[in-house]
Structures are given as structure tokens and as C-alpha cells.
């Protein structure tokens, strides 16, 4: 559990005994969407959305003690897998439930996790943790993306989640690509790689921008910037994400996919 107190205390954490994130390796896709899974099934995949897990996140959330829940079996997994399924039927926004998940609480929970300054006090043991959780995000957000309408309040979070200066990354820049997530990408297949020395290497931002780019959320972005008719909001949330880590993006790849969508964004000027 991630808390907004100084004493934290780690509670199955990855690493402890029982955490659950052990099981759990992530594999990388054979083709555009094809994404990244876990070896283990997490409660919420099917059916309705699970609200008793998700009034629990909200009420954690909001106390003045906040915690978050940050084990494989708990609410926020489970309603990030839950949300992940709805988003791949195209019901994402059917469900009340879901809505109220994805645009307000969903939010919360990552913002805390990844901007809060009790962030550089968790242990080892839940800031990977927490890069697992993250990449559900990502899994969550690149299907949601295909759908309209445009989720920007998604896009705003996976804004934050990809600053390189957020205090999760910046705490953990130095730390080298965890094993369940660090995939085997050529130079032609990365979306993100660092031009910096190990000190400042930012690697788990690198392997979360090319998890969301193997699942599809680069190209399906893209995609609707060249043909849906956006508003200049809706424009700027799908752009913004890529301004935020532009460092760490592959130049000779992203600036022939990026040139039609900033063509597009320059008319609005």
C-alpha cells in the first residue's frame, strides 16, 4: 500500500512474500495491439463493472490518510483490468461504473502514485510495484484510445505519467529496466530509448512509452489526429503526451510518424 504518511508501511509488496506481482510477466506482442499480458488471471475481468472494489478505491482515495492499493488482487488492478476489458468492447463509456472510474478516479490514483512528494519516501519494494500497475495503465489507455470519444482526461494523465521529471521517474531514473517489462525491442521496433548515461538513463520511462507504443496507443493516436475532425482540446491531449518526453522518443521513427498530426496542428495556430 502506498501512503501519504511518513511511517509506510509496504504490505505485499513486490518482493514480499504473497504480492502476487511475481506471477506476473509481461510479453511482448507479435503485432500492432497485440499487447502486453500477465501470466495470472486478476479478479474484474469479466462481466459487470466491479463497483463494491471501486466505492473501496474511491473511499481510500479521499480519506484524509490516503492509501493507495497497490497489489495485483486489489481495487485498482482490478478495476484497471476490469475497465481494460470494457474498453477492448468498445463499453467504456456505457458504463457508468467505468466512467466514473477512468475520468475521476482513476486519475486520483496515479497522479498520487506518480506525482505525490511521498513518492522519493516508498521503498524499492512498492515503486516497482508501482511501474506494474502502470503498465495496466498503459494496456487500459491504448485500447481505450480507439474508441471515441476522445478521453481526455486519460490523455492528460498518460501526460504525467510520461513527464520524465514526475517524482516516480525521477526517483527512479537511475534504476535499470525490470526483467517483466523490459522487452527486446530492435532500434527499428522502439518507440523511446535514452540518450542520457546510466545516472539519468530514465529507463522505466523508456520501457512504459515503448509498452504503450507496442500495444497500439502510438499509431491509433496518430491515427485519429489525421482523421477525426478534433477540437483543439481533444488535439492537444492526444499531442501533448509525446511533447512531454520528446527527448526520449526515436527521432528517425517518431518524426515521419509525428510529421501529419503536427501539419494538422499548425492549422489551428
Known sequence: VARNST???TEN???APGSGW???VYTKGGSKGAGTTATTTVPGGDGEFPMTHLYELESRLQAERWSVPINPNESLAVCLVAATNF???GLADKDEGCVQFQNF???????KLHTSFMVSRWG???QVSILHLTVYLMNFISERVRHLPVPV???NLLTKVVDPESEFIYKNRAKQLHPSVAFPFTPEEAYAHSPYSAKEACQWLVALVNVFGENGGVHTILKKVEDEKLDVIELSAMLEPFGKCAEFLVTTRMKR???KPTDKALTFI
Do not use: Q, R, T, Y
Open 7 to 9: 511511517s509506510l508501511h
Open 153 to 155: 482526461k486519460l490523455l
Open 105 to 111: 478516479v482513476l486519475p486520483s490514483a496515479f497522479e
Open 22 to 24: 511475481e506471477d506476473h
Open 124 to 126: 524499492a519494494e512498492v
Open 257 to 259: 510518424l509525428l510529421k
Open 13 to 15: 509488496a513486490k518482493g
Open 87 to 89: 474498453a477492448k468492447k
